[in-house]
């Protein structure tokens, strides 16, 4: 199976700085990571993804970084505002063996001062 | 809204109720999951159903029971549980299984928060 390790557990940053949250994960298997943002008492959302074949990918502000090799990917927020203020969870996929599904990260609260 | 609407949004129920909760959604996918969130384990995958089928049970108490008669349906059936069982749980689907395909990104429903007493 897959086992996500997500960093740090809560980030404060000044609204405009940059914010990086940091995933590993386990399998070499995995071949899909999503990053996904929960806002205080809504569903989770997905705010970007990227596939193994892939070294970044970019949207707007938000960026993905996979490291393949060293099996670790990253969420990059910048120009930070208070809206991106929210819980932001990694996952990666592992498909093998019978058993298909995403693991998620433990999740990374993330506080933009004013 | 996403397309996933999960009933009821909170139950409370005691240790010997039995209780099941509801997951529909409109969206034409042919995946669907259960998850657990609690503060111990913020996402935690319980069940995955493909085409109805169950690809995954990601070892949960025999005290979980879900059922997918069709594609647009999932239900969990709850019997005999524990305090420990009181968490958000959470609803979502996708076109296909995710991470199989680009355009098979799972889409959550708001959940159902849980308290068992």
């Known amino acids: 199976g897959e086992n996500v390790e997500q960093h740090p557990s809560t980030l404060s940053v000044q609204e405009g700085d940059s914010a990086v949250i940091k995933c590993t994960y386990s399998?070499?298997?995995?071949?899909?990571f999503p990053w996904y943002k929960q806002e205080l008492g809504k569903r989770p959302q997905l705010i970007i993804d990227?596939?193994?074949?892939?070294g970044e990918k970019k949207d707007q502000r938000i960026a993905v970084t996979l490291n393949k090799t060293a099996k670790h990917f990253s969420l990059h927020i910048t120009e930070t505002q208070p809206e991106d203020s929210a819980v932001y969870f990694c996952?990666?996929?592992?498909?093998?063996?019978?058993?298909?599904?995403?693991?998620f990260g433990k999740g990374t609260h993330l506080i933009i001062q004013p | 809204e996403t397309g996933v609407t999960q009933t009821p949004r909170h139950l409370v129920m005691g240790m010997t109720n039995k209780k099941s909760l509801k997951c529909e959604q409109h969206?034409?996918?042919?995946?669907m999951y259960w998850y657990k969130q609690s503060a111990k384990k913020p996402l935690e995958l319980m069940f995955v159903?493909?085409?109805?089928?169950?690809?995954e049970n990601n070892s949960v108490p025999s005290r979980f029971s879900p059922e997918c008669p069709n594609s647009s349906h999932l239900f969990l059936h709850l019997h005999t549980l524990q305090p420990e069982d009181s968490a958000l749980y959470l609803c979502?689907?996708?076109?296909?299984?995710?991470?199989?395909?680009?355009?098979?990104?799972?889409?959550f429903g708001a959940g159902t928060r849980l308290s068992v007493l």
């Open positions: 399998d070499s298997a995995s071949n899909y």
């Open positions: 990227i596939r193994s074949n892939v």
């Open positions: 996952a990666g996929f592992y498909s093998g063996g019978g058993a298909d599904g995403l693991t």
């Open positions: 979502a689907s996708s076109q296909g299984l995710a991470g199989v395909q680009a355009k098979n990104i799972q889409y």
């Open positions: 969206l034409g996918h042919n995946a």
């Open positions: 159903y493909n085409f109805k089928e169950q690809t």
